[in-house]
Nanobody, 124 residues
């Protein structure tokens, strides 16, 4: 099983940057597609970004394309989300998720393992 643990959230002003990290305690980390999702108060959880097992493939939500970058280090069992040019509408709890297989899905029910989430707040 994969146990994702997120870190790096916090409070930042609009236009600023944050880097989220997710560490997964599993020997076979490289067999999992990893994704970042977020959930704002009163809204459904939404896909932010995903990365293939090798890291060669990535997928982004239109709302973050060009501002966020997902990456992974399979030697360290980590996946990161670099968030630049943050906007107040990026405020949410951000979750790291994992799924076995090859495809990057954008729906949360395709992911089997979830972290507890980390709060990101962007002030205007």
């Amino acid at each position: 099983q994969v146990q994702p643990v997120e870190s790096g959230g916090g409070l930042v002003q609009a236009g600023g940057s944050l880097r989220l990290s997710c560490a997964a305690s599993v020997r076979t980390f490289s067999l999992y597609v990893m994704g970042w999702f977020r959930q704002a108060p009163g809204k459904e959880r939404e896909f932010v970004a995903g990365i293939s097992k090798s890291g060669s493939g990535t997928l982004y939500a239109d709302s973050v394309k060009g501002r966020f970058t997902i990456s992974r280090d399979n030697a360290k069992n980590t996946v990161n989300l670099q968030m630049n040019s943050l906007k107040p509408e990026d405020t949410a709890v951000y979750y790291c998720a994992a799924r076995p297989g090859s495809a990057i899905y954008t729906t949360s029910n395709e992911y089997n393992f979830w972290g507890q989430g980390t709060q990101v707040t962007v002030s205007s």
